[in-house]
């Protein structure tokens, strides 16, 4: 079966129990498996069959949702697209994937004016009868976008089952049951905002509210209008309801948990949020791990601060050396993941497929270590990732938008250290002889041309980059260059 029996059954069995809720509206399952076959009719009429692929470009919408498993029926794949990245971008990862059709909002319609296919501006309900499905567990369903080692744009492909054995992880995770009420604030083309807790709560037959955008004061309204039982929000999202007036006097009682992650979580910041009388709970995890690889359970949410928890019910996770071998508790190594969450690989990517998902595992390039009752430590990211907000950002990407300037000869860019974002982007530039460059107009480069969240917020300039013997940039040293000039300048 495909995963849009979930919301069949629970049309079913409770039909006018709340699926979603909207700017004010409630889509009850029965309604909701209506809209599904509906849209699946509306797919197989523009000629998407199974193994196609669908875009979504726009933010949250109970329409993501739709697709997702109308496509599931089908047997073709959603590839929900990053509405922060700018024309360019999109551009570039719509080439790669080429997909049948785009629905997108109609503020996103100049990001797709390129687009050599159907482009469609609104998802129609159709009347017509739904076409047969043609999806199963094994079909590829979510063609999720993540940035590359490179800075070239990755499609990590996860099937039906993926999500499916995802979902039962995330239901021991936090004691999910049709009674819950899940507030959900992070962007749905992340793995984070679409799969710790929205997909399974549908499997669970619980409600949704879903809001377009984070905005603190409406989500700290919400959780309490709402009596929200859980929610997933990354440690910015916290940071900004944290500085509100209201927070500290909120009623959060209707609170089980707040699940955070995407970045390493310290024990403080876990006991500086569970001072409101809330665990906070960290799952550990990555987009090509669906992400749900490992969590703590809420009744380890202080005696366990700062762990990224046990490895999931159905998931395996391992740390080991250079050379593959398992290493004892105590000892850090890189973090390998295997289950039935794990992604099949990346679309048209076989050489970095098989570097990534070797015998099985899937090497998250994450450094970690067990302590003695099997709790996972993350301390370190062996790749050069900078995580700002939640969001991920890739060195290279950025450091080819400055190289390309005239005035450049050299350019490194790193994350310090920031209290509000986790890491801020500093870029490291060394000008060529006789050329001159000022800190905005370096800035100005990347004005609509990456999205800004990836635009550093400092330029530095240096005489010489820190190298090895080899010749090798040390971002080590470069990032101990931009933390002290910072320190410095306070």
């Known amino acids: 079966m495909d995963l849009s029996h979930w919301i069949e059954r629970h049309g079913r069995f409770a039909p006018d129990a709340t699926a979603i809720r909207f700017e004010g509206g409630e889509i009850g399952y029965a309604e909701l498996a209506r809209r599904i076959r509906g849209a699946a009719a509306v797919l197989a009429g523009l000629g998407v069959e199974r193994g196609d692929a669908v875009a979504y470009l726009g933010l949250n919408h109970p329409a993501t949702l739709v697709l997702l498993f109308a496509c599931a029926r089908l047997g073709a794949m959603l590839a929900p697209l990053n509405w922060r990245l700018a024309p360019p971008e999109h551009a570039r990862v719509l080439a790669d994937f080429r997909p049948r059709v785009v629905f997108h909002e109609a503020a996103f319609a100049n990001h797709v004016r390129g687009f050599n296919g159907v482009a469609v501006s609104i998802l129609d309900q159709s009347e017509t009868e739904a076409p047969a499905g043609a999806g199963d567990e094994d079909s590829p369903l979510l063609l999720a976008y993540t940035s590359g080692s490179t800075g070239a744009p990755k499609g990590v492909v996860l099937t039906q089952r993926a999500l499916a054995w995802n979902a039962v992880n995330s239901a021991h995770m936090h004691d999910l049951t049709s009674a819950d009420r899940v507030l959900t604030t992070l962007p749905l083309f992340h793995v984070g905002g679409l799969n710790i807790l929205t997909t399974p709560a549908l499997h669970a037959g619980a409600s949704v509210t879903l809001h377009a955008r984070f905005d603190p004061l409406a989500a700290l309204e919400t959780i309490e209008r709402e009596r929200i039982t859980l929610t997933v929000l990354v440690p910015a999202q916290l940071e900004a309801l944290m500085a509100l007036p209201r927070w500290q006097g909120a009623d959060l009682s209707g609170l089980r948990m707040i699940t955070t992650g995407s970045t390493i979580v310290s024990e403080a910041f876990v006991r500086k949020v569970s001072a409101r009388g809330v665990p906070l709970i960290q799952v550990y995890g990555s987009t090509e791990t669906c992400p749900v690889a490992s969590y703590v359970r809420a009744a380890d949410a202080l005696r366990k601060a700062g762990s990224a928890g046990v490895p999931a019910l159905h998931c395996e996770v391992k740390v080991v050396d250079d050379a593959g071998a398992e290493l004892p508790p105590g000892s850090d190594g890189e973090i390998l993941v295997r289950g039935p969450n794990v992604a099949t690989g990346y679309w048209n990517a076989p050489d970095e497929t ?48 400055l190289l390309e300037c005239p005035a450049i000869a050299e350019a490194c860019v790193v994350g310090r250290p920031d209290g509000r974002w986790g890491e801020a982007v500093v870029a490291a530039v060394v000008l060529k002889p006789g050329c001159r460059l000022t800190e905005a107009e370096a800035l100005a480069l990347f004005q609509e041309r990456i999205a800004r969240y990836k635009h550093p917020r400092e330029v530095r300039f240096l005489a010489e980059l820190p190298r090895s013997a080899l010749g090798k940039v040390r971002k080590e040293a470069v990032r101990e260059v931009v933390c002290d000039a910072a320190t410095e300048g306070r």
Do not use: T
Request: no cysteine.
């Open 354 to 401: 098989a570097q990534a998902f070797a015998r099985g595992w899937y090497r998250s390039g994450d450094l970690g270590h067990f302590d003695d009752e099997g709790h996972l430590y993350v301390v370190a990211r062996k790749k050069d990732m900078i995580i700002s907000g939640g969001e991920n950002i890739y060195p290279a990407e950025v450091e080819s938008v």
